[in-house]
T-cell receptor
Framework: DARVTQTPRHKVTEMGQEVTMRCQPILGHNTVFWYRQTMMQGLELLAYFRNRAPLDDSGMPKDRFSAEMPDATLATLKIQPSEPRDSAVYFC???????????FGEGSRLTVL | QKEVEQDPGPLSVPEGAIVSLNCTYSNSAFQYFMWYRQYSRKGPELLMYTYSSGNKEDGRFTAQVDKSSKYISLFIRDSQPSDSATYLCAPTGAAGNKLTFGGGTRVLVKP
């Protein structure tokens, strides 16, 4: 049963600490997306990759967030330094360009104290 | 104003009723219209999608798109308690492009 795998599922950290979230997309998928979900803002796109190349990271605060795909089986989202306003659920999703369907992971729930 | 708008609800209906969900958008470039369902503490999952204007039916679910008024609808017939979830509309300009999500409508189907 192919699925998007995200780690960690839950993370509690203190303000100023570095946070790294990891995502294993479904094998063979060529698009990867990072979304952030909060009650106030809903699902917001942070970054997305096609064939591992970054296409759009305009939704990401550049001074503290970075997203990479070091290889086809791993996508990372890093926050350094973290702030309380970064508390949210971060979703990774993968898909195929020609179908448009995105498959979401279970999310990483981040709490920054 | 957000690019995609949905009434947050909650929309509470008795089991067996028809659920009607709506979404409006502002970007004329949107061509594909997705509906995702999200259960509590889970990731969204694709329910169905339509291309351009028109209707599409899939079991108990019907999606409608009216591009002239930039209005998207999802109907759930014979609603079940298991349909209780948040429904998110997500249009996009092309397959494989980024999805712009509405805020979602929470639906409660009471037995």
């Amino acid at each position: 049963d192919a699925r998007v795998t995200q780690t960690p599922r839950h993370k509690v950290t203190e303000m100023g600490q570095e946070v790294t979230m990891r995502c294993q997309p479904i094998l063979g998928h060529n698009t990867v997306f990072w979304y952030r979900q909060t009650m106030m803002q809903g699902l917001e796109l942070l970054a997305y990759f096609r064939n591992r190349a970054p296409l759009d990271d305009s939704g990401m605060p550049k001074d503290r967030f970075s997203a990479e795909m070091p290889d086809a089986t791993l996508a990372t989202l890093k926050i350094q330094p973290s702030e309380p306003r970064d508390s949210a659920v971060y979703f990774c999703a993968s898909g195929l360009v020609h179908t448009g369907e995105l498959f979401f992971g279970e999310g990483s729930r981040l709490t920054v104290l | 104003q957000k690019e995609v708008e949905q009434d947050p609800g909650p929309l509470s209906v008795p089991e067996g009723a028809i659920v009607s969900l709506n979404c409006t958008y502002s970007n004329s470039a949107f061509q594909y219209f997705m509906w995702y369902r999200q259960y509590s503490r889970k990731g969204p999952e694709l329910l169905m999608y339509t291309y351009s204007s028109g209707n599409k039916e899939d079991g108990r679910f019907t999606a409608q798109v009216d591009k002239s008024s930039k209005y998207i609808s999802l109907f759930i017939r014979d609603s079940q308690p298991s349909d209780s979830a948040t429904y998110l509309c997500a249009p996009t300009g092309a397959a494989g492009n980024k999805l712009t999500f509405g805020g979602g409508t929470r639906v409660l189907v009471k037995p």
